[in-house]
């Protein structure tokens, strides 16, 4: 019962010992009021209320759950239990240092994939890749790129134009590219606060051996094998889950006092375990031995985690967006079978978040982690994605970059080409790249990326052109908007010589070229290898003499299933083929980090395997 009238606000402080208030409501002197509110997390909650300036009394409320409770009510947490998200560990304490932010030139990289890191361990593992594990964007950020400027950039994007001509190492056949060199003029880059809620995948799949997959080639459920790390290599005897919860605690010391921090969990459905405040007012430690408490339950229901971490969000919309920037960072193996399980509809969802301002980052876990969903859905703008793979190499991920993960900078590049003499066939580095047409290559979001020595890191868009007539002027008209919505243009004359041998302008140009080819040659072995599994087919290779090396089919649920590697004759020569020619470039470029392409190409051409298993007709 209310003792005077005026505006009332519940408090609550959470289990983690972070306090935000649940209510805020005018009251009226003598009536009586309830409310009621979902606890999403085991553990101590303290609730009181302010009114007219004084505080109330607190009370203490202790919600626990025992497993006999939880088998006699299965369905409990989506009617209004509490969530089984943790175990009664002992408390670990994870003490991270914040790393400062690098001050310095910048470059800029497409949005999208910021690795191939599941393309690599399912090889190194043995397994089959999907095709979408080895994107173009993704694969050049790997890499760092002369972009070909020639003068200082003074804006925040001043765009390139480097071509080259070049002939099929298969077939011969001379092809004809541009490259779009994406610069910056900002020198001392810095990011603005960040209002970011981590959005943590806690469903059966994530309890899963991080290094092994949860479902076979069959789809039934893999039995966990058990004590199999190597001395030194213990991170590869952990579960996806522990992985993830390390990867939260990681995050939170790249905070600041004054960022806002909010955690929520799903598995078949969604819970808040953190509210969004500033870091500065959480008790860290507390909150990080709550993170590594977290266990894995039951299904995965991606859409009733971005719904509640999206609510988060509401009322700081209406904050100043040039303070604050807004992020959603989603862990998960991306295995979703609750809820919108297709990529239209999470899409949507990230669409409209993107529209209001809050943009999503992917991080997979895992080496089932599905990037097929990822790398469909991260199209919006705003967004991108990693793979993780140990706990230690995503800190330093996060130690070398995280302040560029979450500041998009350019939105809607646009590049119309005026060429009676070509058209686009192919755009490579952008995730956008089948909306290409003939004369536009769009692209949704640039990202800050490092700049060493000139060079930038995956900060080249690959254009590969088809020849019309002997015509080799090109006009490129470039327009984007800034974050603020402002917008700019850019417009410059390309003119690519009549020529019957190789030339690059460049050695950014020359790498991103060789890079494709190895990308779309692995693609074209992965989508037939997969097809002729399933097919019962004998293998016919989409890469020959005569084609050379084509532009990759993808073929277009999301529970990804183990296949074994498998290296058909035919692409273990092409693969042999193409590793000299790799080897050559190599050279040629003077990038040594190249070695690793080598590797893999050496394995796959030596690679025989177990046939037995492969139908042939």
């Known amino acids: 019962v209310a003792g005077e009238s005026g505006e009332l606000e519940l408090f609550c402080r959470y289990p983690t010992g972070s306090v935000a208030a649940l209510y805020n409501s005018s009251v009226q002197s003598g009536r009586a009021y309830t409310t009621w509110y979902q606890a999403g997390l085991e553990g101590d909650y303290e609730l009181w209320f302010a009114l007219g300036g004084s505080r109330s009394n607190s009370i203490k409320i202790q919600v626990s759950e025992s497993a006999e409770e939880w088998e006699s009510a299965p369905g409990a947490a989506a009617g209004g239990g509490v969530s089984r998200a943790t175990a009664m560990a002992p408390a670990v304490l994870y003490s991270i240092a914040p790393q400062a932010a690098e001050a310095g030139p910048i ?77 910056s003029g900002i020198a001392d880059f810095q990011r603005k606060k960040i209002n970011l809620v981590v959005v943590l995948d806690y469903s059966g799949s994530m309890g899963s051996p991080f290094d092994e997959y949860y479902y076979d080639r069959f789809g039934n459920l893999v039995e966990p094998k058990m004590g199999d790390a190597e001395e030194g290599d213990m991170e590869r005897g952990k579960t996806k889950m522990q992985i993830a919860d390390e990867s939260v605690v990681a995050l939170l010391g790249h905070l600041k006092q004054q960022d806002r921090f909010g955690l929520v969990i799903f598995s078949d459905d969604a819970f808040l375990v953190d509210p969004l405040t500033a870091v500065g007012d959480k008790d860290l430690e507390r909150l990080k031995s709550r993170i590594l408490e977290i266990k894995d339950y039951s299904g995965t229901n991606m859409e009733a985690g971005m719904e509640k971490g999206t609510a988060l969000f509401d009322r700081l919309l209406k904050a100043n967006k040039s303070e ?7 862990l998960t193996d991306a295995m979703p079978n609750i809820g919108e399980t297709g990529d ?78 070509y058209e686009i066939e192919k755009v490579y580095g952008s995730p956008e790249a089948d909306l290409a ?73 020359r790498k991103a070229i060789l890079l494709t080819r190895y990308a779309d040659l692995l693609k074209n072995w992965m989508i037939d290898e997969r097809r002729a599994a399933k097919e019962g087919w004998q293998i016919v290779p989409s890469v020959t003499a005569a084609n050379g090396i084509v532009v990759p089919v993808e073929l277009g649920e999301w529970e990804r299933q183990s296949m074994p590697l498998a290296v058909a004759e035919q692409y273990r020569q092409l693969f042999g083929l193409f590793e000299g020619y790799m080897q050559t470039e190599m050279q040629a470029i003077g990038d040594d980090t190249l070695q690793q392409e080598v590797e893999i190409l050496e394995k796959l051409q030596g690679y025989q395997g177990d046939e037995a298993g492969r139908l042939r007709k």
């Open 344 to 421: 239209l509809g999470l899409y949507r969802m990230l669409e409209d978040n993107a529209d209001r301002g809050i943009y999503t980052t992917f991080i997979g876990i895992g080496l089932d982690f599905n990037s097929q969903l990822a790398e469909s859905i991260t199209k919006v703008k705003g967004a991108n994605y990693y793979s993780v793979h140990s706990s230690s190499e995503f800190l330093q991920r996060m130690d070398d970059e995280f302040d560029f993960m979450v500041t998009p900078l350019v939105f809607d590049l646009r590049l119309h080409l005026e060429a009676p003499g």
């Open 107 to 183: 470059g800029l990289s497409a949005g999208g994939a910021k690795d191939v890191n599941s393309f690599r361990e399912n090889i190194l593992q043995d397994y089959l890749p999907l095709p979408s594990d080895l994107t173009y964007e993704g694969l050049f950020y790997d890499y760092y790129f002369d972009t070909g400027a020639g003068q200082e950039c003074k804006k925040l994007f001043c765009p390139t134009y480097s071509y080259a001509t070049s002939r099929d190492p298969i077939s011969s056949e001379m092809q004809y590219y541009l490259t779009v060199g994406l610069n």
């Open 324 to 330: 604050y920037e807004n992020r959603i960072i989603f």
């Open 437 to 509: 047409t003939g004369e536009l290559m769009a692209v949704n979001t640039l990202f800050p990326s490092k700049s060493e020595e000139g060079e930038v890191k995956g900060g080249v868009i690959l254009v590969k052109l088809r020849k019309l007539s002997d015509d080799g002027n090109l006009i490129v008209k470039a327009s984007y908007q800034d974050r603020e919505g402002r917008s700019d243009s850019d417009e410059a004359v390309v003119e690519i010589p009549g020529s019957s041998s190789d030339f690059y302008e460049n050695s950014g140009i």
